[in-house]
């Protein structure tokens, strides 16, 4: 499985963006997409991640401001981001969980998103 990441940038805190992933290679064994992010110093953390049935988990910090969304079809999912505090400067993670015997997790290249205030 291969992800490629586009989006993010600089913007205004209140601001939005909008982060987009696309999966390659062995789609039709993935079960969750998402994103997760990241800061200097500390670990990768989950954002949001929606699952092939359409179940989705928030981070308590983005609910309300964050949507995650997935089209199976093309298996992309994306991160639509409302609202920008500076806390959410981070480098952003696609993420896909694969169940091929075993679970396997893949990651983009990251894409950086910074907030300024």
């Known amino acids: 499985v291969q992800l490629q990441a586009s989006g993010g940038g600089l913007v205004q805190a209140g601001g939005s963006l909008r982060l987009s992933c696309a999966a390659s290679?062995?789609?039709?064994?993935?079960?969750?997409l998402g994103w997760y992010r990241q800061v200097p110093g500390k670990q990768r953390e989950l954002v949001a991640r929606?699952?092939?049935?359409?179940?989705?988990d928030y981070a308590d910090s983005v609910k309300g401001r964050f949507t995650v969304s997935r089209d199976n079809a093309k298996m992309t999912v994306d991160l639509q981001m409302n609202n920008l505090k500076p806390e959410d400067t981070a480098v952003y993670y696609c993420?896909?969980?694969?169940?091929?015997?075993?679970?396997?997790?893949?990651w983009g290249q990251g894409t950086l998103v910074t907030v300024s205030s």
């Open positions: 993420s896909a969980v694969e169940r091929w015997g075993k679970f396997n997790d893949y």
């Open positions: 290679g062995r789609i039709g064994s993935i079960i969750f």
């Open positions: 929606i699952s092939l049935g359409g179940s989705i």
